[in-house]
């Protein structure tokens, strides 16, 4: 299979009339993965130097990597009517097409190059370009883009797009980016030329403006600045940005905000109010949940920000030993911290 991949992405790096990009090559034939791991999956420039204890999702790229020559290519794969799937092998990232009248909309279009120029593929097999992309939030791993998924506009909410802005309008943004967030095995896979060119939707504009299905935003304060959920009513499908996932505990936007646990408790109810609209649940990272899942999920959640608030151990399969990524119980010890922190700090009790 690694031969068929390799010589299916050398067509196309033809057929795009470019020279072959080094990040496109699949995965075995570049650099050993697996022999670092730091962080990611955090804020764009917060984390201080030095972090470590967050730890990538290195183990399970390892094994993809290994099953690369077994395997086919990735491609989408249908959850709704008109709605695909790619799901990365970075920490399950799962990125979103929707078909619409003269092309498609791609949300969080994915992490790794090679995994996106087989979603530009894909998408081209389907006839249609890409008229219109979406980023759910400013975190880097969901503001990436491919050049050959061409040059649609690339939204986000105001809040998103300013929040990008003011973390790259620095020279030295992307080098940080790459040093200090990207775990280090797969930071040359990851493309950052086209970082976070987003155009920010006006606050009071529901919908995507797109010639497709009715994409409704909904926007609230909780993972990180201006994060968006997407509900596409007429597929029963929601997007749920960095929340619901069934490997992802909540992780709270702990930067400049005055209660991260009520704005995270305020954006569960936003999505429990539109749960009956929803039959199919994609996560930023993690399995697509059916419609049992979306009470479950959000009752999840819920019950792990109540335990973050009072400080008790949560009882969660996402953190512990049963976990998915072993890192998570960092993350939820680093929250733990930095809430106590705040307390401290305002003089309020926990
Ligand atoms: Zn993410």
Redesign the pocket.
């Known amino acids: 299979m690694g031969r068929a991949l390799h010589q299916r992405q050398e067509i196309d790096a033809l057929d795009s009339g470019g020279s072959l990009d080094r990040r496109d090559e699949p995965v075995q034939d570049r650099t050993e993965l697996g022999k670092l791991s730091r962080s990611h999956?955090a804020e764009i420039q917060e984390m201080p130097p030095g972090f470590d204890d967050y730890r990538s999702c290195t183990g399970l790229l390892q094994q993809a990597v290994a099953n690369h020559k077994r395997r086919e290519p990735p491609v989408l794969r249908q959850v709704a009517e008109g709605v695909l799937i790619h799901e990365s092998e970075f920490?399950q990232?799962n990125a979103v097409v929707v078909q619409g009248r003269a092309g498609v909309l791609l949300i969080?279009p994915g992490v790794l190059g090679y995994e996106m120029a087989a979603v530009a593929n894909d998408v081209r097999e389907l006839g249609r370009p890409v008229v219109a992309g979406f980023s759910t939030?400013p975190?880097w791993?969901?503001l990436l883009w491919h050049a050959r998924l061409g040059e649609a506009p690339r939204y986000g909410t105001a809040r998103c797009a300013a929040t990008v802005r003011d973390r790259l309008s620095d020279a030295r943004a992307k080098v940080r980016i790459a040093e200090q967030l990207i775990p280090p095995d797969i930071a040359e896979q990851v493309p950052l030329d086209l970082l976070g060119l987003i155009t920010g939707l006006p606050a009071e504009m529901a919908q995507i403006p797109w010639d497709g299905p009715q994409v409704r935003i909904i926007e609230h304060q909780a993972h990180a600045p201006g994060h968006a959920a997407l509900l596409i009513e007429e597929r029963g499908v929601l997007v749920a940005?960095?929340m619901l996932s069934d490997v992802?505990i909540p992780m709270l936007d702990l930067n400049d905000t005055a209660d991260p646990i009520e704005d995270y408790l305020a954006a569960l109810r936003l999505f429990e109010s539109v749960a009956g609209d929803v039959d199919v649940l994609v996560p930023?990272?993690g399995s697509i949940g059916g419609a049992d899942q979306v009470h479950v999920r959000i009752d999840q959640d819920r019950a792990y920000v109540h335990a973050l608030r009072d400080a008790r151990v949560p009882s969660d399969p996402r953190v512990g030993p049963s976990a998915a990524f072993d890192w998570m119980s960092g993350v939820h010890e680093r929250q733990l911290q930095q809430l106590a922190r705040r307390s401290e700090r305002d003089g309020t009790p926990g």
Request: charged share 25%; net charge negative.
């Open positions: 999956l920490c990232s969080d939030h975190h791993d969901h940005g960095d992802l930023g990272h």
